[in-house]
C-alpha cells in the first residue's frame, strides 16, 4: 500500500491516518464551464488581451457602452446572469471603415401623428406635424435620436443628409461587421404618418476584417469550452474551428465550440455553409433581416447553449428562449418559413422560432458538419447534443482514470498479481469502463450500455507494456426531434 504522508519506517507507536480526497462511488466529476466572447477594436493598445471575469461597467468602461464587445457582453450576461465570461478582442486594420446607411424623407404629411423608425433594433419615435416639410421630419428625427439612448447602447451616430431632408446613420466602430446593423421604418400601422414616405438606405460600406489568430494567441493553455465569435467572416471563422479542433485532438483533450451569428438568406446561409461541412465544432445561427445584429445573436444563442449542455450534454435546446432577442427577430414577411428551416436544418444551420408575441425560442441546435470528415460522405444532421456528449463522457472516463489509476502497476489479465492492491489489469480496466458506461447511462447521456458495454476492448500493448490500447464504443442517447401519426377518424 502507498502512503504519501506516513513514513514507511515509524518506530513511534500510535494510530497514524492520512486523509484523501477521492471520488465518492457512484458520482461524476463534472466537467468545467468556461466561455469566451472574442470581438473587435479599434483600440490596438486593448487588443490581445485577456480578460477574465469581466462584468459590464468594466468592458463599457474599456471599449465604450455603444462597442460591440460590450453590447455582446451586455446580452451575455443578461441571459446567463451567473454564467462569468471572458473577453479577448483583435485589432481591426487601419484602413477599416464604418458601415453607414440614411433614411430620406419626402411627401407632406396629411395629418399630424407619430412616426418611428426602428435603429439597431431599438424604436425611435417622434412627433410629425400636418405642416412639416421632409426637411423638418429630419432634423426632428434627428434631435429624437440624440435625446434617446440609441449612441450610448449601439455605437449608431446620426446626422443630416447634405439634402437636409435625410438623416445619415455611422456605425461607432469600423469592420465589415458594422454591415450587420439593422435600421428600417417601422413596420407598425401606429408608427406610420400618412402622406410621409420613407426611403431607407441600408448600412453597408464597412470594410475590414481583424486577424484573430492573437485572440487564439492570448488562450493560451486555458480551456475555453464555449467561443462566442461575433466576427462572421470565413477567415475568422476557420482560423477558430481549426484551434476547436486542435483542441478536441486526443492529446489536448479540451473540448471547445464555437457559436456565430449569420445575416442572410436562405441562399447565402447554405453558400456559407458549405466551407464548414465537416465542422462539428461550429453552431450557425442564419437569420434573413433580423432586427438584431449578429454579434447579439450569438451572445444570446452562445449564453444559452453552454450553460444547457453543461448542465446535460444530452438535452435538446428545444423551446429554451433567447430572452434577449424579443422583438429582434425578421418581420413575419422576411422569417424562414417551415419549409426553409427544413433545409437549413439539413444543410447545418441551427434554427428558431419567432413567436406572435416577439419572442424567441429555439428550435433545433445543430452543428454545421453535413459531412463525414474523412470519407466526405453524408452524416446527416448532427446535432450539438452528438459532441457535447463525447466530450462529457471522454472528459469524466480521463477523470476516472487519474483518480483510481494514476499510480497504479499493469499485470496481463489471469496473472497472480491481478487482485493485489495498486495493480491493474485490462479486465480491471474494462470493468470500470462498463460501470462508469451505467452512471452516464444513469444521467441519460448514453443508451443501450448492455450491448456496448461488453463491445469494449482493452489490450496489453505488444511492445509497450506500460500502455493499454482500448475501443470504447457508446450509443448516443436520441432526442425526440419528429413525432409522426397518423389520425384515422371512423366515420
Not at 432586427?291 to 450569438?298: E, G, K, L, Y
Not at 429555439?362 to 463525414?372: E, F, G, N, Y
Amino acid at each position: 500500500m502507498d502512503f504519501e504522508q506516513i513514513p514507511g519506517t515509524l518506530h513511534v507507536p500510535g494510530s497514524y491516518t492520512e486523509i484523501r480526497d477521492v471520488p465518492a462511488p457512484g458520482t461524476l466529476t463534472g466537467m468545467p464551464l468556461r466561455p469566451l466572447i472574442v470581438g473587435q477594436t479599434e483600440n490596438a493598445a486593448l487588443a490581445g488581451q485577456l480578460y477574465r471575469n469581466v462584468t459590464v461597467g468594466q468592458i463599457e468602461t474599456l471599449f465604450g457602452s455603444g462597442s460591440i464587445i460590450a453590447q455582446a457582453v451586455r446580452g451575455f450576461t443578461t441571459e446567463q446572469p451567473s454564467l462569468s465570461v471572458d473577453i479577448v478582442t483583435v485589432a481591426l486594420p487601419k484602413e477599416a471603415t464604418p458601415a453607414s446607411g440614411s433614411l430620406a424623407f419626402s411627401g407632406a404629411p396629411q395629418q399630424t401623428g407619430t412616426a418611428a423608425v426602428r435603429l439597431a433594433g431599438q424604436r425611435v419615435s417622434w412627433s410629425v406635424q400636418s405642416s412639416d416639410t421632409p426637411q423638418l421630419i429630419a432634423t426632428n428625427l434627428l434631435a429624437a435620436i440624440k435625446a434617446s439612448t440609441l449612441s450610448q447602447q449601439t455605437g449608431l451616430t446620426a446626422a443630416l443628409g447634405k439634402d437636409g431632408a435625410s438623416v445619415v446613420l455611422t456605425a461607432g466602430e469600423s469592420g465589415a461587421v458594422t454591415n450587420d446593423i439593422d435600421i428600417r421604418a417601422s413596420s407598425a400601422l401606429s408608427d406610420q404618418v400618412p402622406g410621409v414616405t420613407i426611403t431607407v438606405s441600408p448600412m453597408s460600406g464597412g470594410t475590414g476584417t481583424p486577424d484573430v489568430t492573437p485572440a487564439i494567441t492570448a488562450l493560451g493553455d486555458l480551456w475555453y469550452t464555449d467561443v462566442v465569435l461575433l466576427q462572421n467572416d470565413q477567415e475568422a471563422i476557420s482560423a477558430f474551428v481549426g484551434e476547436a479542433k486542435r483542441r478536441g485532438n486526443a492529446m489536448v483533450a479540451k473540448d471547445m465550440r464555437v457559436c456565430v451569428g449569420l445575416r442572410a438568406t436562405l441562399g447565402q446561409a447554405l453558400a456559407f455553409q458549405q466551407n464548414v461541412e465537416t465542422a462539428e465544432e461550429l453552431v450557425l445561427f442564419a437569420w434573413e433581416n433580423p432586427h438584431a445584429s449578429t454579434w447579439q445573436m450569438a451572445a444570446s444563442l452562445g449564453a444559452v447553449m453552454a450553460q444547457s449542455l453543461n448542465s446535460d450534454p444530452a438535452r435538446q435546446l428545444r423551446g429554451l428562449p433567447l430572452t434577449t432577442l424579443t422583438g429582434l427577430g425578421p418581420d413575419h414577411a422576411d422569417d424562414f418559413t417551415l419549409s426553409q428551416r427544413n433545409v437549413l436544418l439539413g444543410n447545418g444551420c441551427s434554427t428558431v422560432i419567432v413567436n406572435d408575441d416577439g419572442t424567441v425560442t429555439l428550435q433545433r441546435v445543430i452543428t454545421t458538419r453535413t459531412q463525414q470528415p474523412d470519407t466526405s460522405t453524408p452524416s446527416g444532421v448532427w446535432d450539438v447534443m452528438i459532441p457535447a456528449i463525447g466530450a462529457r463522457v471522454r472528459f469524466e472516463w480521463n477523470t476516472t482514470i487519474e483518480a483510481h489509476y494514476a499510480r497504479a502497476k499493469l499485470a496481463d489479465d489471469g496473472s497472480p498479481l491481478a487482485n493485489q492492491d495498486g495493480v491493474v489489469t485490462p479486465r480491471t480496466l474494462k470493468a470500470s469502463w462498463v460501470a462508469q458506461c451505467t452512471l452516464y447511462e444513469m444521467q441519460g447521456w448514453i443508451d443501450d450500455v448492455a450491448t456496448t458495454g461488453p463491445q469494449a476492448v482493452f489490450e496489453r500493448d505488444a511492445s509497450d507494456r506500460s500502455r493499454v490500447n482500448s475501443t470504447l464504443p457508446i450509443k448516443p442517447i436520441g432526442s425526440l426531434m419528429v413525432l409522426a401519426n397518423i389520425l384515422t377518424m371512423e366515420v
